[in-house]
């Protein structure tokens, strides 16, 4: 028998007479041809603010403000399974039933894992999404939040020096970040105090909450007390302090400004509003799509001058780092005022206009 008669019955790739069946043949021609193609066709940009949202319902909701104007609410997933863990500062974007979006801090105990809570004071010359929270989320309404992310967590010992202090400044609702942050500095046995600003007393938020602290916490009341100066804010700053505060832009600018020359403290702060223009141009935006042109302002924000003839365009944070309101330039050279884009996204032609502008005329994606 010939060698070639015994392996007749033998797969042909066991001995050699392996043939390419014609159908893969062809295949992989289209395939690489299709493959070579796609290197001329141009791509879409990178997707810009996307983030992962998941189904919450709301298990709890109680007034914290005497003025009735602040509502807490606590969300619990609807499988009953534990919640993304988080850090003090740390806050979600709420998606809202009417689909806007906005960003509001965690306000609760991060050790409970099958809780989120946040405070809204309602603004009644906003934007709406305060007005919707307080209006359309009832015990048992469903909304869908983001994971949560950290722009203003409690770096204690930073730089290299132990902290042995903290002075914690809130201005309104901006005591809602601090908040989990004064347990978390009970655990670590740093000693801490806080003032606590408000316009009335009536408006002051969580003031039962707050009462097992003592005198750690001043309440300041401009009504009462009239306005808090940096000396009255800053209290006194001994050893190796930190200061923390969460409050409107001028707050924030006093603070700045009395601790230029203290480079001993740590200075850490989140605004809960845009804050001022400096040095501001004026300019113009052409929107692409329907020649729609208009003026920026040398004292308003390029998102701002959209939001004018656009009302539902996208927006969040209005700080620079959500990226909520990125948009792309077509043509003209956006001053970057933000470091959360990233280089792709640079490439792509991106800017942010809550925070970014420009020297000249923009024409935007729009």
Not at 97 to 125: E, F, K, M, W
Not at 309 to 323: E, I, K, L, N, Y
């Amino acid at each position: 028998m010939s060698t070639e008669s015994r392996t007749a019955d033998v797969p042909a790739h066991a001995h050699g007479r392996f043939r390419r069946d014609p159908l893969l043949r062809i295949l992989r021609t289209g395939y690489d041809a299709l493959t070579w193609v796609h290197q001329f066709v141009p791509q879409p940009p990178p997707r810009i603010g996307a983030r992962e949202f998941f189904d919450v319902v709301v298990a709890a909701r109680e007034v914290v403000a005497r003025d009735e104007n602040v509502v807490a609410l606590t969300f619990a997933g609807r499988d009953g399974h534990p919640l993304p863990s988080w850090s003090a500062g740390a806050h979600i974007d709420l998606r809202l039933p009417s689909g806007t979006i906005r960003q509001y801090s965690l306000c609760g105990d991060a050790g409970n894992r099958h809780v989120y809570r946040i405070a809204v004071r309602l603004i009644p010359d906003g934007r709406g999404g305060s007005a919707e929270v307080h209006s359309a989320l009832q015990v048992g309404s469903v909304v869908q939040i983001s994971l949560p992310r950290n722009a203003f967590p409690l770096a204690v010992g930073g730089y290299n020096q132990p902290t042995d202090s903290v002075r914690f400044i809130a201005g309104g609702i901006g005591i809602t970040p601090i908040l989990p942050m004064l347990d978390v500095l009970d655990r670590l046995a740093i000693a801490w105090t806080m003032i606590y600003c408000g316009r009335t007393r009536a408006s002051i938020a969580f003031v039962d909450e707050l009462a097992r602290y003592g005198d750690r916490i001043t309440v300041h009341c401009d009504d009462e007390d009239g306005l808090a100066t940096a000396e009255m804010l800053l209290g006194e700053l001994t050893g190796s302090p930190a200061v923390y505060t969460c409050g409107p832009p001028p707050m924030i600018a006093k603070l700045s400004e009395a601790l230029a020359d203290r480079p001993d403290v740590e200075f850490h702060y989140e605004r809960f509003s845009a804050a001022p223009v400096v040095d501001g141009k004026e300019f113009d935006l052409r929107f692409a799509h329907t020649g729609e042109v208009v003026t920026v302002a040398a004292d308003r924000t390029a998102l701002a001058a959209i939001l004018d003839v656009r009302p539902d365009a996208t927006f969040s944070c209005q700080q620079g780092f959500c990226r909520s309101c990125a948009v792309r330039v077509i043509d003209g050279v956006p001053e970057h005022r933000s470091t959360a884009l990233s280089p792709e996204e640079l490439e792509a032609g991106y800017f942010l206009p809550c925070v970014s502008r420009s020297d000249g005329p923009l024409t935007l994606d729009l």
